[in-house]
């Protein structure tokens, strides 16, 4: 069987992201933020977007870009606090803001990406994150319910990719990538390099490429990678 190849331009993969979609945004600051997709996202304007991210970057830098061209509706994150413009956009409510703990954000990724409908937690149950949220009371014990989280496209970062899409990531550009890559109906991943069918060893993939849709190769990485140069 011929495996597809799923390598295309940069256009072409964010074009398929209409107003009004979910996007999930890997990243952990700097590290594994894709934000080549993030520009070409915010070149074509896509409007009306719930954006799904562990932070909003600093000012001026990947998610920044997205809020400061408006195209942000709602941000679901675990923090805001390197970004000064998000946080006048939230107090000034331009934009809504879902906070949760950064651990159950990657597990309510993990469980949509699994096909859960929610998990139980007492994370922050005695917190205003969990105030307006749904209880359920098991053996005498009361428990958050946490939604899972997918989203209509996600757009990732890797380090190497095959054109079916086998990804790998290195140091802590592994953090929510791959979770991501397993919770969107779309998923688009920028790779630094493309190697050949065969070439990513399979120990070495960390992101299996039936998951992934469409990947972009990157060219010159631009001063926002600077931290993870290698």
């Known amino acids: 069987m011929r495996l597809p190849d799923k390598t295309t331009t940069l256009k072409e993969a964010i074009a398929g992201i209409a107003d009004g979609a979910t996007v999930m945004v890997g990243g952990f600051g700097v590290p594994g933020t894709p934000f080549t997709l993030i520009h070409e996202l915010v070149r074509q304007g896509q409007r009306g977007l719930t954006v799904i991210k562990n932070d909003a970057n600093e000012a001026g830098m990947g998610i920044d870009h997205l809020l400061a061209n408006g195209q942000v509706a709602r941000l679901i994150t675990t923090h ?3 970004n000064a413009h998000a946080i006048a956009l939230m107090n000034a409510g331009e934009i809504e803001v879902e906070f949760c703990a950064q651990g159950i954000l ?3 990724i993990r469980a949509g990406g699994a096909g859960l409908g929610a998990i139980l937690t007492d994370i922050a149950a005695d917190t205003e ?3 307006q949220k749904q209880r359920v009371e098991i053996d005498g014990k009361s428990y958050v319910v946490e939604n899972a989280l ?3 496209a996600a757009l990732i970062h890797a380090n190497s990719a095959d054109p079916f899409g086998n990804l ?3 140091a802590t550009a592994r953090n929510f990538n791959p979770l991501m890559a397993m919770a969107a ?3 688009i991943a920028e ?3 493309v190697v050949p069918l065969g070439a990513l060893a399979a ?3 960390h992101t299996p490429g039936p998951f992934v849709d469409c990947v972009v190769e990157l060219g010159e990485l631009s001063k926002e990678y600077a931290v993870v140069r290698r």
């Open 80 to 82: 805001l606090g390197l």
């Open 106 to 108: 990657a597990e309510r």
């Open 129 to 131: 994150l969990a105030a």
């Open 150 to 152: 997918r989203a209509d």
């Open 168 to 170: 790998d990531y290195v």
């Open 185 to 187: 109906t779309r998923v």
């Open 191 to 193: 790779a630094e390099r």
């Open 203 to 205: 120990d070495d993939v």
